[in-house]
């Protein structure tokens, strides 16, 4: 962090910033923004005996999901139409929408493939990816003494 004299007042505002952004800004953290709603956002959380995915969908009903497992990925869609086009002109603005989209996610040897559930509440998709027999992470607290 850049604690000199004029920092806050600006990007590069003292002589030792060559660019519009300070030093400590990692240059791979390029921010993606997307237009539309092509691929919502999910966290995934790695336990000990299992994953578990959780997907930002709001605005679906749990029968607009198919999740499918090929291969060593599994695919997670919707392919919903909009209700009616001629509603689109009755809005001064329409910003979100509840549309179709895929995502898709390598499996690793991990995963018991047969053992994955799935449930769709309050506008989140949660997909619980069981880790097979052997694979589980093992973590113990020590003691100090």
């Known amino acids: 962090m850049c604690y000199r004299k004029g920092f806050y007042r600006g990007w590069g505002s003292h002589q030792h910033h060559h660019s519009k952004r300070p030093h400590h800004a990692k240059r791979w953290a ?22 578990e995915l959780y997907m930002y969908a709001a605005g679906y009903e749990k029968t607009d999901f198919s999740i499918l497992v090929s291969e060593n990925a ?25 549309d179709k989209f ?37 973590s113990q607290e020590i003691e100090i003494a």
């Open 102 to 138: 895929q995502r898709r996610f390598e499996l690793d040897e991990k995963v018991d493939k047969e053992a994955i559930k799935a449930e769709y509440k309050d506008g989140i998709l949660t997909v619980i990816l069981p880790k097979l027999e052997g694979f589980e992470t093992f």
């Open 30 to 51: 390029k921010q993606e923004v997307s237009s539309g709603w092509n691929y919502p956002p999910v966290n995934v959380q790695e336990l000990d005996d299992r994953y």
């Open 74 to 98: 599994l695919i997670i869609s919707v392919d919903k139409k909009e209700n009616d086009d001629q509603d689109l002109f009755n809005w001064r603005r329409y910003e979100f929408r509840s």
